[in-house]
Antibody
Framework: EVQLVESGGGLVQPGRSLRLSCAAS????????MHWVRQAPGKGLEWVSG????????GYADSVKGRFTISRDNAKNSLYLQMNSLRAEDTALYYC???????????????WGQGTLVTVSS | DIQMTQSPSSLSASVGDRVTITCRAS??????LAWYQQKPGKVPKLLIY???TLQSGVPSRFSGSGSGTDFTLTISSLQPEDVATYYC??????????FGPGTKVDIK
């Protein structure tokens, strides 16, 4: 059974940093691209960042470019999101999502974690 | 950047009604389009990928169509359990993806 478990969320002051983690199990982690998607309270889904299976291709939404860094450790079946210079508008539930297609750059998402809540407030 | 729009932003329909949601891309994306359902307080669920392919386990009352810039999600007979927000997603430019703003579906 595929499982994605996010952690690392919490309350943080504006300008500070936070690192999110996503522990994956139930599939061959290093065969699939992975993504972070966020959802502000009462709002829609916003893609944040994605990383290919071998970390060779990485992308960011314009809203987080230069502040957030995605990475993965295939030996640990883990995905990360380093978030620096946090702003109030980064407050959201952050989901980890798995690409559906093995070793394919263009893919939709077939599994999502339950999310970890990040609140940026003084 | 390719922008995604959805219409309507919300709708209210009766049980048994046929419901159609439209998603439009600002540039052609071939058939690299997926649809997700998110029920209140729940994680998004994949319904359709490649514009018209039904994900395994999804009820056959859901269908998708379109290619290029214009896409539709149809619920042939709305059920109470279909109350949710529906999002389209383009995935034609790895690893970047974009979600539409969502369409909230309620029962009248």
């Amino acid at each position: 059974e595929v499982q994605l478990v996010e952690s690392g969320g919490g309350l943080v002051q504006p300008g500070r940093s936070l690192r999110l983690s996503c522990a994956a199990s139930g599939f061959t982690f290093d065969d699939y691209a992975m993504h972070w998607v966020r959802q502000a309270p009462g709002k829609g889904l916003e893609w944040v960042s994605g990383i290919s299976w071998n970390s060779g291709s990485i992308g960011y939404a314009d809203s987080v470019k230069g502040r957030f860094t995605i990475s993965r450790d295939n030996a640990k079946n883990s995905l990360y999101l380093q978030m620096n210079s946090l702003r109030a508008e980064d407050t959201a539930l952050y989901y980890c999502a798995k690409a559906a297609l093995k070793l394919r750059p263009l893919s939709y998402f077939d599994y999502w974690g339950q999310g970890t809540l990040v609140t940026v407030s003084s | 950047d390719i922008q995604m729009t959805q219409s309507p932003s919300s709708l209210s329909a009766s049980v048994g009604d046929r419901v159609t949601i439209t998603c439009r891309a600002s540039q052609g994306i071939s058939n690299y389009l997926a649809w997700y359902q998110q029920k209140p307080g729940k994680v998004p669920k994949l319904l359709i990928y490649a514009a018209s392919t039904l994900q395994s386990g999804v009820p056959s009352r859901f269908s998708g169509s379109g290619s290029g810039t214009d896409f539709t999600l149809t619920i042939s007979s709305l059920q109470p359990e279909d109350v949710a927000t529906y999002y389209c997603q383009k995935y034609n430019s790895a690893p970047l993806v974009t979600f539409g703003p969502g369409t909230k579906v309620d029962i009248k």
